[in-house]
């Protein structure tokens, strides 16, 4: 699992987590381990590829090198 390899700290890169201090509308920080951020959604979306390529997957034809 992308999440649990990286680690709980590490993981954060790839959720819509802000440290105090950094966003102004978030003074506060903001701790969301639900919502992808743009990095996160493309790891997803570049596991979900890999696996359509290994499977063998007739959509595996549309994708890009």
Known sequence: NLVEQA???ASK???NFIYPGVVTRFPDGRADN???NYDGACAVAQLFADCL???GHPLAA????
């Open 7 to 9: 680690g709980p700290e």
């Open 13 to 15: 890169r790839w959720f």
């Open 34 to 36: 639900t919502h992808w």
């Open 53 to 55: 390529r290994k499977t």
């Open 62 to 65: 549309y994708l890009n090198e």
